[in-house]
């Protein structure tokens, strides 16, 4: 063949290698370029998606706060309305009030100014009179400690009216004075009959009508420190209780402490009556006599 000099030269198989692969290589440049700007804009629409989803929960979130303050302020006006409202009801119902109690005060004034004094109802029945005057060492319910009862007198004088034990009422029968004696000793004396407790050489203890001029020794007590009675007649013998006792004298009859009269058929059964009995030498609790209230 010949050689033309103006001809484009032929080109080697090593030079259609190089151009074919710096060709694939521009192109996948070009393709690379383009993902990558494709992806950017996937990226940069997103990103504006969640701000548009961001400013949209504020614009919520300040919505419904001020829905909610406009509530709030409503409420509390309409609390405010109440108050005043209830304020003034009871203003005017202080004032109500006021003006019923001037009235109430003059009605009173009138009324007492205009009434008259009705008829006087007959006395009561007198009850019997109480023991003398004199200084009076104690007052009120003779109770027995170990007991936790007080002593009541039956009805009746001398030995058959023994002196019990009885839960306390507040009656005038179970109430004594211990009165005091020029020696030093106390009789001890029931309010309601006058009467005086008495002991026997028998160890017993009774009512008996009071001797108020030359006491007789068997109507006198030593009232003791520890809040023993002992006799003055038999020394070392004190107030006690024998709880075995056995009523049944026809003479020995109850008082009925609701209204202080006797009490019919209540001589029978058992009792727990005053005696004397040798003095214990420590407290002995049946020996020991409180007076008072």
């Known amino acids: 063949?010949?050689?033309?000099?103006?001809?484009?030269?032929?080109?080697?198989?090593?030079?259609?290698?190089?151009?074919?692969?710096?060709?694939?290589?521009?192109?996948?440049?070009?393709?690379?370029?383009?993902?990558?700007?494709?992806?950017?804009?996937?990226?940069?629409?997103?990103?504006?998606r969640k701000i548009d989803k961001i400013f949209i929960g504020v614009l919520i979130g300040i919505l419904i706060l001020a829905v909610l303050g406009l509530v709030a302020f409503s409420m509390q006006q309409a609390n405010d309305g109440r108050v005043n409202s209830l304020d003034t009801k009871i203003t005017a119902q202080e004032g109500e009030i006021k003006d019923l109690n001037a009235q109430i005060k003059s009605a009173?004034?009138?009324?007492?100014?205009?009434?008259?004094?009705?008829?006087?109802?007959?006395?009561?029945?007198?009850?019997?009179?109480?023991?003398?005057?004199?200084?009076?060492?104690?007052?009120?319910?003779?109770?027995?400690?170990?007991?936790?009862?007080?002593?009541?007198?039956t009805v009746g004088v001398s030995d058959a009216s023994i002196i019990y034990l009885d839960d306390r009422r507040y009656t005038p029968i179970q109430y004594w004075t211990l009165r005091n004696n020029p020696d030093g000793t106390v009789s001890v004396v029931n309010k309601f009959t006058g009467n005086c407790m008495t002991t026997n050489n028998e160890k017993a203890v009774f009512?008996?009508?009071?001797?108020?001029?030359?006491?007789?020794l068997n109507q006198k007590f030593n009232w003791l420190p520890n809040m023993q009675l002992s006799s003055a007649a038999m020394q070392n013998f004190c107030l006690s209780v024998n709880s075995k006792f056995q009523m049944s004298n026809e003479n020995m009859n109850k008082y009925d402490l609701d209204n202080m009269t006797e009490k019919p058929d209540s001589n029978k059964g058992a009792a727990t009556k005053l005696i004397l009995e040798q003095c214990a030498d420590g407290q002995k609790l049946d020996q020991t006599w409180w007076v008072g209230n």
């Open 207 to 216: 009512s008996n009508k009071c001797e108020d001029k030359n006491v007789p």
């Open 108 to 153: 009173g004034s009138v009324s007492a100014t205009n009434m008259k004094r009705g008829d006087q109802g007959p006395p009561g029945i007198q009850g019997p009179p109480g023991p003398t005057g004199g200084v009076h060492a104690a007052a009120g319910p003779l109770l027995c400690v170990g007991q936790r009862k007080v002593a009541t007198p």
């Open 1 to 48: 063949m010949n050689k033309n000099n103006n001809s484009i030269p032929l080109l080697t198989n090593a030079e259609r290698a190089a151009a074919k692969a710096a060709a694939n290589n521009a192109a996948r440049a070009a393709a690379n370029n383009a993902a990558g700007n494709a992806a950017a804009k996937v990226t940069e629409k997103t990103v504006l």
